[in-house]
């Protein structure tokens, strides 16, 4: 069980506009750095999609946004296309674990 | 361009090693740490272990430790999962992933991801 909670499934028509949550408790964890975020295309590898919070890489469309606040981060996807589905991860690190990478247990949108 | 190429993925029987390798270019290897994540079929991601640019220091999930060992070979630009005594919740796709920096076990991210090798464990 992971120390970061995502909804497992998420579903939403083109062109709306759709937010995956990742979540923690702070009686649970230690210090918790910045989340990154990954897109995992259907028979393809996790790519790197949100780094830092709110930053994209070069080549992410800027339809693809993030936040984050005390105890949660979004990952919010405005103009939604078919080629958005896919599997979303959300990533960080825990100063209370050594190694200290976490995952999220990951997010299926499915665009209808 | 980065490119990060796993293979010696297969079938494998319970109880028996394999190791898998990474092939790194378009990046100079030498400077960053590198990971493998695995996912078994169906399943989310999971970090299994990681190797600081130099060899220094090494780390890994509490699910593998003693059975798993990484290495490198810079000279090669190459990564390495040695895996003992298999077992069939070893079952995965393992990702070779690329660091934002020269630790393991910094809180940063992971900027790169081979296609992965697909290790079965069954007999």
């Known amino acids: 069980q992971s120390v970061l909670t995502q909804p497992p499934s998420l579903s939403g028509a083109p062109g709306q506009r759709v937010t995956i949550s990742c979540s923690w408790s702070?009686?649970?964890?230690?210090?918790?750095?910045?989340i990154h975020w990954y897109q995992q295309l259907p028979g393809k590898a996790p790519k790197l999609l949100i780094f830092?919070?709110?930053n994209r890489p070069s080549g992410v469309p800027d339809r693809f946004s993030g936040s984050r606040s005390a105890t949660s981060a979004s990952l919010a996807i405005t103009g939604l296309q078919a080629e958005d589905e896919a599997d979303y991860y959300c990533?960080?690190?825990?100063?209370?674990?050594?190694?200290?990478?976490?995952f999220g247990g990951g997010t299926k949108l499915t665009v209808l | 361009e980065v490119h990060l190429v796993e293979s010696g993925g297969g079938l494998v029987q319970p109880g028996r090693s394999l190791r898998l390798s990474c092939v790194a270019s378009?990046?100079?290897?030498?400077?960053?740490?590198m990971h493998w994540v695995r996912q078994a079929p169906g399943k989310g991601l999971e970090w299994v272990s990681g190797?600081?640019?130099?060899?220094?220091?090494?780390g890994y999930a509490d699910s593998v430790k003693g059975r798993f060992t990484i290495s490198r070979d810079n000279a090669r630009n190459s990564l390495y999962l040695q895996i003992h005594s298999l077992t069939p919740e070893d079952t995965a796709f393992y990702y070779c992933?690329?660091?934002?920096?020269?630790?393991?076990?910094?809180?940063?991210?992971?900027?790169?991801w081979g296609q992965g090798a697909l290790v079965t464990v069954s007999s």
């Open positions: 992933a690329k660091d934002l920096g020269t630790y393991y076990d910094s809180p940063a991210y992971f900027d790169y």
């Open positions: 378009g990046f100079t290897f030498e400077d960053y740490a």
């Open positions: 190797i600081t640019w130099n060899s220094g220091s090494l």
């Open positions: 702070s009686s649970n964890i230690g210090a918790l750095y910045d």
């Open positions: 830092n919070n709110n």
């Open positions: 990533q960080s690190s825990d100063s209370s674990l050594s190694p200290s990478r976490v």
